[in-house]
């Protein structure tokens, strides 16, 4: 087995990451990567070779970035023993990080190598803290005898995130086509693994936002979330959140786990936060992506249309609605009266007629869409969405309300927080047990388009993003690499 390292400088204060690697978490990872690196804290990051060319040059090419790679045969990572490279990297490494900061994703793989070189972990959610928080506070709960219509509080969180009957339900979900074992798919950056026959994610059976293995469901109710053992191994915790948004479930996390927990985010590129309202182009932060459309088009097309009155439409790229979903879905945007922009994944019928799609009143994108440049438009007034929580925070970051759909796991979640907790959306209908039809579709672009002062609230927590990274997480994130640097942190 060949072992590929790349060594720019010696190191000295170090911090070795080890990320996971689905789209909504290695977006995150490049930019802590970015974030630490701008503190002149010297990095390694640990990644399987498959993924080295979807990585930023900027990233590869960083003087204080060491990219140490190692092969991922099949079954891919994170099915096959990953302790081995681990150790060879570690064992290769010029100087001891001072802690590997660990995608809770890996923690388990990952803890008995770090353990065994005497280095301490430090767990990185890059879900939010909502949904940790949620998962956590339902278990000690145990509301499972809620009838319909019956609601229960949960201590030490705000009485709008109480637990309803119909929180306890979960739809069926529809999994895009997966690639042959081994193969992966790229998307913005990320390469997505499909698990091999039987298996899912390691440890998670569903949670943050994975499927379960066939024949499983999610975790069950009376069973702790299994994120909790995880942390345990680990001697404090940061996740892609900022005071801003969650500073109540920072907080319970915190006051539960009886560890540090710092916000350091939302991780999002440099140019998101400096760029102008209309400025934006993802060819700047996310290059090498295939559009059946050009930027140029997009912009062209939104700049026709008034302000605050276009509805942007897109789902994961791992999952989405059912295909009879999609056709009410389809039927909907063709009998609504909003301008729109949707999205489709692969080869999913879109439902509805295409005829006159790409017009005056809606356009399709397959595929990658340019979602920075989208959200950033004045024309953008709303957004339908899974609330995956890279979505969820690059619409509300600048200023788009949005429309509830979420398909699994931590979308639940991360749409409750959005709805009942920062009231800056709704949801596509109240029972999401159910088949959503082309009338609760309809009803509800109507509620988000028409509701002017929702759009000025969201306006308002965006203004506190606009031009900067949130000063909470700035705080936070020196406040974490100054305790690791000389507090030190302990196995």
């Known amino acids: 087995m060949q072992l590929y390292l790349f060594s720019h400088k010696t190191m ?257 590129p440099e140019q998101y936060w400096n760029s102008t309202a209309s400025a934006l182009l993802d060819r700047d932060v996310r290059p090498n992506r295939r559009f059946s459309v050009t930027e140029e088009e997009v912009t062209q097309w939104l700049d026709s249309k008034a302000h605050g009155s276009v509805l942007y439409v897109s789902f994961g790229t791992e999952v989405g609605p059912t295909s009879e979903e999609m056709e009410e879905l389809g039927g909907a945007l063709e009998s609504s009266e909003e301008a729109f922009i949707r999205v489709i994944q692969g080869s999913s019928s879109i439902g509805g007629s295409e005829e006159g799609y790409f017009g005056n009143r809606g356009m399709i994108i397959r595929g990658w869409a340019p979602q920075l440049l989208i959200l950033s438009h004045p024309s953008t007034g709303g957004f339908l969405s899974h609330c995956g929580w890279n979505s969820t925070v690059e619409g509300l970051g600048r200023g788009v309300p949005l429309l509830a759909w979420p ?5 639940y979640h991360n749409a409750k927080l959005v709805v009942s907790h920062l009231k800056l959306g709704y949801m596509v209908t109240d029972d999401m047990s159910e088949k959503i039809t082309k009338d609760d579709i309809v009803r509800g672009i109507k509620k988000l388009m028409a509701d002017k002062g929702m759009k000025t609230n969201a306006e308002i927590l965006s203004a506190k993003f606009q031009h900067r990274f949130p000063r909470s997480s700035l705080e936070t994130l020196d406040d974490f690499i100054h305790h690791i640097k000389h507090s030190g942190v302990h196995c």
């Open 12 to 268: 000295s204060f170090e911090i070795c990451i080890v990320p996971f690697w689905g789209q909504g978490h290695l977006f995150p990872c490049i930019e802590l990567c970015n974030r630490l690196t701008s503190r002149n804290v010297n990095i390694t990051l640990i990644i399987p070779s498959t993924i080295n060319t979807s990585l930023p040059s900027s990233l590869l090419q960083h003087p204080l970035i060491r990219i140490a790679q190692f092969p991922s045969p099949p079954p891919p990572p994170p099915h096959h023993d990953l302790a081995p490279d681990l150790e060879r990297i570690l064992a290769n490494n010029p100087t001891r990080p001072v802690c590997a900061i660990v995608d809770i994703m890996m923690s388990s793989c990952s803890a008995p190598v770090f353990t065994k070189f005497h280095i301490p972990m430090v767990a990185f959610f890059t879900s939010a803290a909502c949904s940790a928080a949620m998962e956590l506070a339902t278990w000690k709960a145990q509301p499972l005898n809620l009838e319909p219509g019956e609601t229960r509080l949960l201590p030490g969180l705000p009485e709008n995130m109480a637990i309803t009957h119909s929180d306890l339900k979960r739809r069926p979900q529809h999994l895009h086509p997966p690639p042959p074992i081994g193969a992966s798919l790229h998307y913005g950056g990320a390469t997505r693994f499909p698990p091999p026959p039987g298996k899912g994610p390691p440890n998670h059976g569903g949670g943050f936002g994975f499927p379960p293995p066939p024949g499983k469901g999610p975790p069950k109710l009376e069973e702790p979330p299994p994120w909790l053992d995880d942390v345990r191994e680990s001697s404090a915790v940061i996740i892609n959140t900022c005071d801003d948004l969650e500073r109540t479930f920072i907080k319970y996390i915190t006051n539960h786990i009886e560890k540090p927990v710092w916000g350091v985010g939302p991780l999002l």
């Open 407 to 411: 398909i699994r796991g931590d979308q």
